[in-house]
């Protein structure tokens, strides 16, 4: 195994999210994590179990992108490697456990995607410049096996997703950019749309 | 293109708006952005894409009411200096994305307003005297050509608007006042009584 | 008038509850107020239109339980003192906008109660020692004369009420106690209570 | 009675507890209380009425595991001490009142337990690996008589709960660990979980 260290930048920004995340309740009982790429090579990872809103250096490790996992980091480190594997311009992944996202992403697992549409909101997400859209964030089954679902999802998504982010049923929400800032964004702004959602089911329902 | 500096208690005044409002979670994913008036020829307007919980003096464009808008402001600027060239009573315009906001300009587009009932609250905004009155809350149709939606939005206007906000359907909120002051408490009055109605259609439904 | 200071203490605890109500967002948009008894013939009252996040002695009036009403105090006045007049046993009255209580007060405007059945959180409030009780919270309908709207709440509350508060429809909470401690424990403890209450009707319904 | 002094250690995990629980809402108007095992013969319990958001070493009470309760204690502290007693392997006991807990405990009373299926944080409970399990968390009637509730809990529970916590109907949660971070894992998994089920109730109601 490579022995990368992790950069102060990598570090700083990944307790930088970790804070706001912890802050807004969006990972209850050390739930989900968090990782930025080092370069071409490797990115650093949260280790399991750590208290978010507070993570310091030896909270991170840094995994080579070929070759085996390190030892103690967060058992989905394979969702977030096979992000970075597959798309050289991802360069932030962030996972996280809200309400919002866990019972739509239950409510929706057999059609496979949640609508959104007509949305000012759409914006958030790079690429898209008009509410005038219909998106798809799709919802993959959850899976124990992490190396078979992050094969299963990279096999199901397109080179270049329309959406950065996906669901896994009755488990949470994943979102890329291609720097922090822009991963935060798309985080924040499906999260809203989710939240959006599941209120007008309510209302309409 | 006038060069006019933003004052700094002009500064202060929306770097301490984007404080209050980034606390409650209601500029998601860098969404939303504030203005304030310099003087009867110019307002200072938020930059695109920056951090509404630390708004900086840089973060800040001064804007002339006459002639062409600078570039780098935030998309929808020709909304805010809409409400400033019809009105030289308006201080302060205030645009924010709230999930009771986005649902309910949704669920009455067609009917082009909110109508709110007999709620103390209404007091919160100036003017209103009595909680025994009838107030419409106008949603506007969304539009990317914003220049174009502020033509819509200030025809249909009355010169004195009864309530000093609108909604974008699918968007969110403004509201606007003489002073900052006056435009947070309608902002805050506004946006509480959108949460009222939100959960009295669920309970009601 | 007679010309009394708010003592420090007083003006202290006034200041620590108006932190904590506006954490909660409780007093939105300036609305709610708060009192303290001074002594047995005066009380302290929250000014109108103050910033209830960090209320600073200047924000507090002196006010006579007897005779004329000072300028400048909160329009609800009379409701707060009305309290203090009847029983001379409170030593806070508190008075907040929420979301549940604005809701249920509309609700239940006809009944003229909300109605707490089996609830632990009974318990918050002094003298009930069993959550097997049923605890009916008055709604009164709201009116612009505070000071003939305090005299029909008075009419109507037995001399020691069973609940230490009371709904206006369409308006907010009261609640009152022995001391500051007891009536911040009441608010709490009633504001719970409302939304449990507004859930299991979303819930049931 | 032992006259046992709680160690540094034990009152700055309760403070550190209470300032967790307290910023979330969770012990709303004085409620709520949490345990910490002192040695295999005492544990350190909070005082009744203290402020949990601020625990001092004076709000504690070291209580012997054998013998008579220390006088002050809260009152639920029996149903603390029948779980220390219970299992040697119980290092904190944690107990508090959110609006899911309550509602889900009364929706569920008759039925005896709340039933949670297929989420993915049901891994935040210890022993448990994968989401594919169903977890019934117990719903006990509530009781004044706390010793008595306690016997009547500790009969029905088995030796090795499979779930670590209970409800009391229209009461609250508790929720217990081999330590401190296990009791508060547990308490934020279980709280989120309850969170969900109430907003898939509500959807597909």
Redesign the interface.
């Known amino acids: 195994m490579l022995d990368v260290a992790v950069p102060a930048e990598v570090a700083a920004d990944l307790a930088a999210i970790g804070r706001f995340v912890a802050a ?2 969006w990972v ?4 989900g994590n968090f990782s930025r790429r080092i370069d071409a090579a490797s990115v650093a990872v949260t280790r399991s179990g750590i208290d978010k809103g507070n993570i310091r250096p030896q909270d991170l490790i840094a995994v080579p992108l070929a070759g085996e996992l390190p030892a103690g980091v967060s058992a989905e480190t394979p969702l977030h490697v096979a992000r970075y594997r597959r798309d050289a311009g991802v360069g932030a992944v962030l996972h996280v ?1 809200t ?2 996202a ?2 739509l992403s ?2 929706d697992a057999a059609q496979g995607f949640v609508e959104l549409d ?4 759409h914006k ?1 997400l790079s690429g898209v ?4 859209s219909t998106l798809r964030l799709p919802v993959f089954a ?1 899976d ?1 096996d992490t190396a078979r679902l992050a094969a299963r999802i990279e096999s199901a998504l397109p080179a270049e997703p329309p959406v950065p982010g996906y669901l ?1 049923a ?3 929400l994943y979102a890329w950019g291609a720097t922090m800032t822009d991963a935060q ?2 985080l ?2 499906l ?2 749309l989710l ?2 959602s ?8």
């Open positions: 807004r309740g209850p009982a050390t739930a456990h309400v919002a866990t019972v239950r409510a007509g949305f000012e909101m958030s410049t008009t509410h005038e959850n124990q896994l009755g488990h949470g964004r798309h924040e702004g999260e809203f939240q959006c599941l209120e007008e089911r309510r209302l309409h329902r």
